[in-house]
């Protein structure tokens, strides 16, 4: 016997019960970027592998251990996008869309990383991103953050934990860089082996370490403010003062330094207890630097990646409402004269009855058992055309989930009887 062929670990299927949750979720998120005049933009899912070990940073674990990669019949090394932004930058470069513009874009898609799958986490997730170019002040970084508050309000997500800091200028980091290796190395013994590793390469990674076993010695590391300029400085002031302005809580944490190389002054996370373990459900900053390191000239850029998956997850343990797929009705067609004809009369429905679910009996069958498809689809009401029916110009009604008396219809009052039920 055949050995039966199963999804790849770590990636899975989205079923038809559950895809009106992720619609509900990307019509919202369209609609609120739309309001802030951000524009889709689409690239492909596969990017040369160089444009992720210059972006990210080859002494990443995204790079080091997580990247689909291969080489393909050409010999070039073929990477499965693990994120966005680089992908973004890239196509912005090519297609000539930064050179002294201004802009504000948004994607989504599937993303792909080799981890270890668990809940809210897969091996291909889905990533919305958003990002913004051409904007050096701290007004375009306070924007996206409002971008994202507005989206939790909107999604209804309520209790969200909004966590920034500021990295500083490359100059700030390097003096910062310095301070923290020093003391690293004088608790070298507490270190773990990936802290060990990252000690003279990325030392700024372990203040993201998540063992347990370290937070104490992470915790009292020394902190980026006392090195930050006065530009600096006020760069992320404008950005408190502005999120108090617009009312929304914020946690200064100053040990949250994001998990890619090319990370500039602001970060920040919204995190969430929803889902068990506090998990990051939207994360981004700026990055001002990633242009210029792909060959680019330098452009300001600041943007988040949501992870769809997890925000699902968020909705789903809140019972979030989401628009209906069961079809208002079930059209019972009977006689070959009606299965022709009541086709042709859906078509006419849909167009005159905005936002009409019906769904036409197809495949045959008895009286009887169109019934029980038409209860089964969970309508409200069965149309009933048979051929007597069609020779009147009627539609039989007959109500599924409420104890009414069946009833007749002339088809020129059928569209307004269904926008009555529908609330149309």
Known sequence: MAKKIQAVRGMHDILPDETPLWQFLEDTVRRVFQSYAYREIRMPILEMTELFKRSIGEITDIVEKEMYSFVDHNGDSLTLRPEGTAGCVRACMENGLLHNQIQRLWYQGPMFRHERPQKGRYRQFQQIGLEAYGMSGPDIDLEVILVTARLWRELGIPGLELQINTLGMPDERKAYRARLVGYFQAHQDQLDEDSRRRLNSNPLRILDSKNPEMMELVSAAPSLMDDLGEESRAHFSAITEGLDAAGIDYV???????????????????????????????????????VQQLGGRPTPAVGFAMGVDRLVAVLETLGQAQVSTVPHAYLVLAGEKARQAGLVLAEGLRSEVPGLRLQCNCGGGSFKSQFKRADRSGAAVALILGDDELENQQVGVKWLRQDREQASVNHNELAEFLKEMTGE
């Open 252 to 290: 200064i944490n100053t040990c949250l330094v994001r998990g890619l190389d090319y990370y500039s002054r602001t970060v920040f996370e919204w995190v969430t207890d929803l889902l068990g373990a506090q998990g990051t459900v939207c994360a981004g900053g700026r990055y001002d630097g990633l």
